[in-house]
């Protein structure tokens, strides 16, 4: 039988093209169970998850612990703002109290890029990380390159462009690790203030004219911009970032070809994305919220497997 490569899912950065491929096929049949009537299998009902999140989530949350329920897991819930966190209590003290109470598996979510990693190394249950800062966000990763696989039958060959705030997204990092995995080719276009230094290193092309990468681009992944990251002002003003990097029915109407729009959400409408161009059928954003439940469901249920 096959299996992961890795007894964590903390970044894409860990896994193999593999490891992606067996995760979109348990993924396939998930997707299949959660249109039933009956959206419930026992597969996971010895198995006991917590939810902990140190940082604000409204997908991710609620589409992990659906996927847990659906898989007939135990589930808890933790959010650090009602919890022993703001007394003083560290990361690893939280985790293993939690733990004490016979706890399997831990999906987080944590502002600080690489707590996952360090959690693995300290505590003994399977980690699953739900993004950590400006790092990685494997689960919508998985799930973006998913619905692409699933609008456009292959990721492979594929154009892709990120847009927006490159550098402070754990989504643009771990989509590009992802998409290169797959062989994909991949720009990233947005300010150059908002551009990693050195990101052509990992493969990727920039462009910073937002037309001419959609005129490229089979698949444009709309980003927001990380406000609650930013110390400074990377860009004189929202409107003027509006006019150069956000897409529009105009914009869209205007190219040589329709391409796909996708965006891991929250949406700032009118600002990287209007309601227009969010709400049409060139839109996928509602296909990936729900394919997210379909992925983390294998991501739970695979790893889990490797627990027994
Ligand atoms: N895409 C995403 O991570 O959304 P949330 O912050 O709502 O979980």
Redesign the pocket.
């Known amino acids: 039988m096959s299996e992961l490569s890795v007894k964590h899912l903390l970044g894409i950065k860990y896994l193999n093209e593999k490891d992606i491929q067996l995760i979109f096929e348990t993924a396939d049949h998930f997707k299949e169970v959660i249109n039933r009537s009956i959206k419930k299998v026992p597969s996971l009902r010895d198995i006991t998850i917590a939810n902990i999140f140190f940082e604000?989530?409204?997908?991710?949350?609620l589409s992990f612990e659906l996927a847990e329920k659906r898989l007939s897991a135990d589930v808890i819930n933790f959010s650090a703002g009602q919890s022993s966190v703001k007394k003083g209590e560290t990361l690893i003290d939280t985790v293993n109290n939690i733990l004490s109470m016979k706890v399997d598996m831990v999906v987080m979510?944590h502002p600080n890029p690489g707590a996952g990693i360090f959690l693995s190394k300290h505590v003994n249950a399977s980690i699953v990380n739900a993004?950590d800062g400006a790092h990685e966000?494997p689960t919508?990763a998985l799930l973006d390159s998913y619905s692409i696989r699933e609008k456009l039958g292959d990721v492979a060959g594929k154009n892709v462009v990120i847009v927006g705030d490159i550098l402070h997204s754990r989504?643009a990092l771990s989509n590009i690790f992802a998409l290169k995995l797959q062989g994909a080719n991949v720009k990233v276009c947005g300010p150059k203030t908002l551009l990693p230094k050195h990101v052509e290193s990992l493969g990727v092309e920039v462009e910073t004219d937002l037309r001419k990468a959609l005129n490229w681009c089979d698949v444009a992944n709309m980003l927001r911009i990380q406000n609650e990251r930013l110390d400074i002002s990377y860009f004189p003003t929202t409107r003027e970032y509006t006019q150069q990097f956000g897409v529009n029915r105009t914009l869209l109407e205007s190219l040589n070809k329709e391409i796909v729009i996708m965006h891991?959400?929250?949406i700032n409408r009118g600002v990287e994305i209007t309601s227009d161009v969010a709400d049409s059928n060139q839109s996928i954003i509602l296909n990936q919220v729900e394919n997210g439940v379909a992925i983390r469901m294998a991501v739970i249920y695979l790893l889990a497997s490797k627990i027994k």
Do not use: L
């Open positions: 604000n989530s409204t997908r991710t949350k979510r993004g966000h919508q989504v891991p959400g929250p």
